[in-house]
């Protein structure tokens, strides 16, 4: 699941053998929001007086996010210039490059553990509010790793009905738009 609260304590109180997984997209992006974006943003406004640099960094979200195997060659010699000039964006980049090492992991338990120590004395040193808040999901998201679940094919669902739901505005027969959802997704013939 995504860390959203309001799931993750339904799960516990009617589920309370459940393993509650934490898919590693929704980790990955919340320190992408919640620090990278912050940081960048920050650094921007240290440049105000500097409006071409500060401009690079505006724009640069996008390539901070992503990940580097997606990035094409003139991009990836974008984020390094960036990384060059601008230590505490290096930082933060380096930490969630780290930070999904947690997962991929050869044995969760013993070195998924001994890598999120690590990832968390390197994170308590430059983004420690994001660090002590994600220490309280440190089992969701280890259990992520032994348990190699993700939510994108729920995601996708959701967005599909979200798009019949656009397209049926100003329509008020439910039962119709339910026959819209099943048509959609027929499942497997048997």
Known sequence: ???NTAFDLEVRVHCPNAEVVY???HVVARFGREVVDRVRVDQANALRSVPAQRQVIKRSRWLLLRNRDNLSYEQAVK???LLAANLPLAIVYLLKTAF?????APTVREEG?????????LAID??????KRLRKYLRESLASAIFPLNTSVLEGVNNRI???KRMAYGFRDSAYFFLKIKAAF???AR
């Open 1 to 3: 699941m995504d860390m």
């Open 186 to 188: 027929p499942g497997k």
């Open 23 to 25: 898919d590693l997209f």
């Open 162 to 164: 979200k798009v019949i």
């Open 113 to 121: 553990a001994r890598r999120w120590k690590n990832w968390y004395r």
């Open 100 to 104: 999904k090492e947690v997962w991929f």
């Open 126 to 131: 430059s983004v420690i509010a994001f660090a």
């Open 79 to 81: 984020l390094d210039e």
